[in-house]
């Protein structure tokens, strides 16, 4: 089955930026979609961004104009640029790979099929 393995998380301070990545592996097409989620201590599991198979992108309103999701050539590899990175964004993030989830429930967690393990990011005031 499909895997995900995220990296680059970390620590820094409000304001800085960091950049996530997400490789996926095993039967991945060009049919896929990916997604990063977030869930901080106490919270929900919550869509920050994801990027449909045909290259349209959804955000979060929280994120929008803060964080870019993006993919490589092969699209088999997702990224995260996060820039003015507030306290609030704290979590584990994860990314996930599914196919056929109709746009509007794109940051839908419940809708997604496979995840990653998570990546730590904390941000510091």
């Known amino acids: 089955q499909v895997q995900a393995m995220e990296s680059g998380g970390g620590s820094v301070h409000s304001g800085g930026s960091m950049r996530l990545s997400c490789v996926a592996s095993?039967?991945?097409?060009?049919?896929?979609?990916m997604g990063w989620f977030r869930q901080a201590p106490g919270k929900e599991r919550e869509g920050v961004a994801a990027i449909d198979n045909d290259g349209t992108t959804k955000y979060a309103d929280s994120v929008k104009g803060r964080f870019t999701i993006s993919q490589n050539y092969a699209r088999n590899a997702l990224y995260l640029q996060m820039s003015s990175l507030k306290p609030e964004d704290t979590a584990m993030y994860y990314c996930?790979?599914?196919?056929?989830?109709?746009?509007?429930?794109?940051?839908?967690?419940?809708?997604?099929?496979?995840w990653g393990q998570g990546t730590q990011v904390t941000v510091s005031s």
């Open positions: 996930a790979i599914d196919s056929g989830i109709r746009q509007p429930y794109l940051l839908l967690p419940t809708v997604w099929s496979y």
């Open positions: 095993g039967p991945f097409d060009e049919r896929d979609q």
